[in-house]
């Protein structure tokens, strides 16, 4: 039985931000950082190009700890 399945490079397996080539120290951008995110490191492309998808989640995460503090603040007063 002869089987060509062979990875060229042993760090093919595995999540991306450990890989070499990976970021050389740059800044990634926000879509880098959620697609990281919600894909535990396997993939840092995974909302493509667009930079609305990331500054969306952003901001959406932003809105929620305000949302949250005034709430607590607001309800946590009553008594």
Not at 53 to 62: A, D, E
Request: hydrophobic letters at 45%.
């Amino acid at each position: 039985m002869r089987t060509d399945f062979d990875f060229p490079k042993k760090e093919l397996i595995g999540p991306v931000v450990f890989r070499p080539e990976f970021n050389n120290f740059q800044q990634i951008s926000a879509n880098q950082t959620w697609s990281l995110f919600f894909t535990a490191g396997q993939d840092d492309k995974a909302l493509g190009q667009n930079a609305e998808f990331g500054k969306f989640f952003t901001y959406l995460l932003i809105a929620l700890g305000v949302a949250g503090s005034i709430g607590a603040s607001i309800f946590t007063n009553l008594i």
